[in-house]
């Protein structure tokens, strides 16, 4: 019996990490590092995605667009903080030079969702269409993480 | 002798002087790591906080009066914030969760700088996810022009031009500030203090439970 729930419990372990895992994409030269977004509060119109893009090409390239079905729009958003307050601005594009992984973060660079469509319920996964100059289109799943997370669940970067 | 011992000693004079004649002027808050305390001894008169009259995300009308006893722990934001005021609200509905009985002594609020989407409906929706205690508060135009204004903190429409009137982005000042029930500025937290420095604060001015 105790060997049994030992075995359940590892098998429910394994779930759980799987699914938690990070999940990765690759376009041409481009890696998209798992997307992911917090929960919506509410009935909260804003929220953020975001994900790491890599370029294992040779030269540099560009995120220019990106789409969701998720929201009635979205933009490339920075912040930045100039005497305690904080600004966040659209950017034309994100560049992502070789061998420099670019981070979408908390804080940072974000991919801003305006006027969701649905709230963003934890555990489900929402589709984001990234349009890069070279690379070309390509859509990835946005995993939902509790709406208290500051990092991707599973890749524990502190202090990055 | 004397005389360059007198020299020495008015050098260090006019060296104090200058330096708190300089912090004295330096624009608040302006604190960029963790939280930083304005001692309330021989503290300069920076004068933050002062009276307000807004609307509760309750329906209620509350000023700086309405809270009796409490320590206010307040913070400056929006809800269309996907980032930064979620993060904040969280950090400090964690801190009071890991101080035990002294989170009762707290009124922490949320007070918009976007009164004009964060009616008190969007507002109730949104603060009491984070914490069961967190008062939203919205007002007019004016009426929230003159509590930033008390506390000193900054906030503008990102594109002052812009004619959206649904997904216009603010700029606003990330401080998280604790005031005592007599209304003194105790101190400020950054937006980069973790919930373990906002509970190492509180718990520093929280006087112990009495019952």
Same mark, same amino acid.
């Given at each position: 019996m105790k060997r049994f729930l030992c075995a359940l419990a590892l098998w429910a372990l394994s779930g759980m990490a799987q699914n938690a895992w990070a999940h990765d994409y690759t376009l041409g030269d481009i890696a998209i590092g798992h997307p992911w977004a917090r929960a919506s509060i509410g009935q909260a119109k804003a929220g953020a995605a975001y994900l790491t893009l890599s370029n294992d090409g040779a030269e540099t390239d560009r995120l220019i667009a990106v789409e969701t079905p998720a929201a009635k729009k979205a933009e490339i958003h920075t912040h930045s903080m100039e005497n305690g307050v904080m600004k966040m601005r659209p950017v034309e594009a994100a560049e992502i030079p070789p061998g420099a992984p670019v981070m979408f973060q908390p804080g940072g660079l974000h991919v801003m969702l305006m006027g969701l469509k649905a709230p963003l319920v934890e555990g489900e996964r929402f589709p984001l269409i990234l349009i890069f100059e070279k690379a070309g289109r390509i859509e990835v799943m946005v995993a939902v993480q509790p709406a208290t997370s500051a990092e991707p669940v599973m890749e524990h970067k502190h202090g990055s | 002798m004397r005389r360059s011992t007198l020299v020495v000693g008015l050098a260090i004079l006019a060296a104090i002087? =200058? @330096?708190?004649?300089?912090?004295?002027?330096?624009?608040?808050? $302006?604190?960029?790591?963790?939280?930083?305390?304005? *001692?309330? *001894? $021989?503290?300069?008169?920076? *004068?933050? @906080?002062?009276?307000?009259?807004?609307?509760?995300?309750? @329906?209620?009308?509350?000023?700086?009066?309405?809270? @009796?006893?409490?320590?206010?722990?307040?913070?400056?934001?929006?809800?269309?914030?996907?980032?930064?005021?979620?993060?904040?609200? $969280?950090?400090?509905?964690?801190?009071?969760?890991?101080?035990?009985?002294?989170?009762?002594?707290?009124?922490?609020?949320?007070?918009?700088?976007?009164?004009?989407?964060?009616?008190?409906?969007?507002?109730?929706?949104?603060?009491?996810?984070?914490?069961?205690?967190?008062?939203?508060?919205?007002?007019?135009?004016?009426?929230?022009?003159?509590?930033?204004?008390?506390?000193? =903190?900054?906030?503008?429409?990102?594109?002052?031009?812009?004619?959206?009137?649904?997904f216009y982005l603010m700029d606003h000042s990330v401080m998280l500030y604790l005031m005592s029930p007599e209304g003194q500025l105790l101190t400020l937290f950054s937006h980069t203090a973790s919930p373990e420095d906002i509970a190492k604060g509180l718990m520093k001015y929280l006087p112990q439970p009495t019952s």
């Open positions: - | 002087l =200058a @330096g708190s004649v300089a912090w004295y002027l330096t624009p608040m808050p $302006n604190p960029d790591g963790q939280a930083f305390t304005v *001692s309330k *001894s $021989n503290a300069p008169p920076v *004068s933050v @906080g002062g009276p307000f009259e807004l609307t509760a995300h309750t @329906g209620e009308a509350v000023t700086d009066k309405s809270f @009796g006893d409490k320590y206010l722990l307040i913070f400056f934001g929006y809800t269309f914030c996907p980032d930064v005021c979620p993060t904040t609200l $969280n950090d400090v509905a964690v801190a009071l969760d890991s101080i035990g009985m002294r989170a009762d002594l707290v009124q922490p609020l949320f007070i918009t700088v976007d009164p004009a989407r964060d009616t008190p409906e969007v507002l109730a929706d949104y603060v009491t996810a984070f914490y069961p205690s967190i008062l939203g508060l919205t007002g007019t135009p004016e009426q929230i022009a003159q509590v930033a204004k008390a506390y000193r =903190a900054y906030y503008a429409k990102a594109d002052p031009k812009t004619e959206d009137t649904e």
